[in-house]
């Protein structure tokens, strides 16, 4: 069992910038695939980005790819979703999300390959 706790979130104005952090915990912690998603209001969960963890592979939605980061800290079992020039549209609760082993490029951006969720962290950006 692996719990996941994200952090990070909070109000920002267009063009700003937040990092949120996904520190894991429990069982086996170390070797899991992390992927961020987000659901915004009225919509589905969508796939944001994702760190394969055997050879650190990132992937990244198309709206994100150039504004969004991610990057882990293996010593201290986190991963973190550095996210730039941030726009209204990027407005959502965002979830990490932890897999063991490493799914294929494209199974990695799917909501249901994941096994463990964290509870979200609100994103609002809104001058």
């Known amino acids: 069992q692996v719990q996941l706790v994200e952090s990070g979130g909070g109000l920002v104005q267009p063009g700003g910038s937040l990092r949120l952090s996904c520190a894991a915990s429990?069982?086996?912690?170390?070797?899991?695939?992390v992927g961020w998603f987000r659901q915004a209001p009225g919509k589905e969960r969508e796939f944001v980005a994702a760190?394969?963890?055997?050879?650190?592979?990132?992937y990244y939605a198309d709206s994100v790819r150039g504004r969004f980061t991610v990057s882990r800290d293996n010593g201290a079992n986190t991963v973190y979703l550095q996210m730039n020039r941030l726009k209204p549209e990027d407005t959502a609760i965002y979830y990490c999300?932890?897999?063991?082993?490493?799914?294929?490029?494209?199974?990695?951006?799917?909501?249901?390959?994941?096994?463990?969720w964290g509870q979200g962290t609100q994103v609002t950006v809104s001058s």
């Open positions: 760190r394969k963890w055997s050879g650190g592979n990132t």
């Open positions: 429990g069982r086996g912690a170390s070797g899991y695939s």
């Open positions: 999300a932890a897999v063991g082993g490493t799914p294929t490029s494209l199974y990695i951006r799917f909501v249901s390959t994941y096994e463990f």
